[in-house]
Every structure is written in C-alpha cells, then in structure tokens.
C-alpha cells in the first residue's frame, strides 16, 4: 500500500491517534495506554497530529511549479 515503515513505539502512537480520531473517549485511550493522566495522552496526540500537519505541508510545497523545477533540475 506504500505506507512508510515505523517502528514499534511509532505503532503504539499511531494506534492512541487512530482510536481518538475513531471517537474513543479520550479516559479509556489513556487507560488503553497506561497512562496515569489523560494530559499525557492528550499531548501525544497533539504531537502527533503537528507531525502529520507538517508532512502534509511538505507534500503539498513539494507539488507546486517552483519546487517541481528545482527537483527537475537536481535529478
């Protein structure tokens, strides 16, 4: 499916985000994860979500005509 490799510990943030965005209560995510504070998972989260945020940014500044040129002219 051409999704990028993670490592383990990536897995285990990916299944915390994934279960929020599903709608699970972000109390029994927390308790899922073994985190003794719902902040924790609640920071992780947000972390995460920037990460995706900032890739998202990168794929679309590498589609635009300048970008596009400047890697013609690497390759």
Do not use: C, F, W, Y
């Amino acid at each position: 499916m051409g999704l990028p490799p993670i490592k383990l510990h990536g897995g285990r943030h990916t299944a915390a985000t994934l279960r929020l965005k599903a709608g699970t209560d972000l109390r029994i995510v927390s308790a899922q994860m073994g985190h003794n504070r719902t902040g924790i998972t609640r920071d992780l989260d947000q972390q995460v979500r920037r990460a995706v945020l900032d890739q998202a940014t990168e794929a679309v500044i590498r589609l635009t005509p300048e970008q596009r040129k400047r890697g013609e002219a690497a390759g």
